[in-house]
């Protein structure tokens, strides 16, 4: 293992073998060791609460003051090479304020409408007021309806006496013995409903 970390450590300081030798790099690995293993814990715990829509650049700049606040003095800024590729802060998301209300989703919708299964952790008054909602919807679904057939009954009312006046137009010269027939009995039933002589 040791050569692998001596082979990427004079890679990556572009020196020979005669830089350092096995015993100095070794010889601070546990004091290393100990400070980026508690670094890694900060790290993890800011992790564990980050917010919505903040990356792991943004976690970074968040353990890294934490980290130091706790009275370890390493320059963790100094270690990592990545942190000039970070943007800056956003100032928007600050905590202090309140942030945006998310809506209700898909599963607390149905949780709230069909219940937890006869369990009483759902408020009586949410129940409620989704039944109101649900009738005032139903109201006003039969208000639009009711309305719709008034005006179908009324085209077909005019739709009829379109027909009629075309019954009353017609010439019966031209008709047949068994047109004739209907168009005398059609006739009968107009003036009966208009009360015609």
Request: aromatic share 8%.
């Amino acid at each position: 293992m040791w050569d692998r970390i001596e082979e990427k450590f004079f890679t990556a300081m572009k020196k020979d073998d005669f830089y350092r030798t096995r015993d100095q790099l070794t010889s601070k690995w546990s004091h290393i060791n100990r400070k980026v293993r508690k670094f890694i814990g900060v790290y993890e715990e800011c992790s564990r609460f980050r917010r919505s829509g903040t990356n792991d650049a943004d976690v970074l700049r968040l353990a890294t003051p934490r980290y130091q606040d706790d009275g370890h003095q390493g320059k963790v800024d100094e270690t990592i090479s990545s942190t000039d590729q970070i943007p800056p802060f956003n100032v928007a998301d600050s905590d202090d304020e309140d942030p945006i209300p998310r809506p209700i989703g898909r599963k607390k919708a149905k949780f709230i409408t069909y219940g937890s299964g006869g369990s009483a952790s759902v408020s009586v008054s949410s129940r409620d007021e989704i039944g109101r909602e649900m009738v005032e919807q139903l109201r006003a679904f039969n208000l639009r309806e009711q309305e719709r057939l008034k005006l179908k009954e009324k085209d077909l009312k005019l739709k009829e006496q379109e027909a009629e006046i075309k019954v009353m137009q017609t010439d019966p010269g031209t008709l047949s013995e068994i047109g004739l027939m209907i168009y005398e009995q059609r006739i009968r039933e107009i003036k009966e409903k208009y009360n015609l002589p």
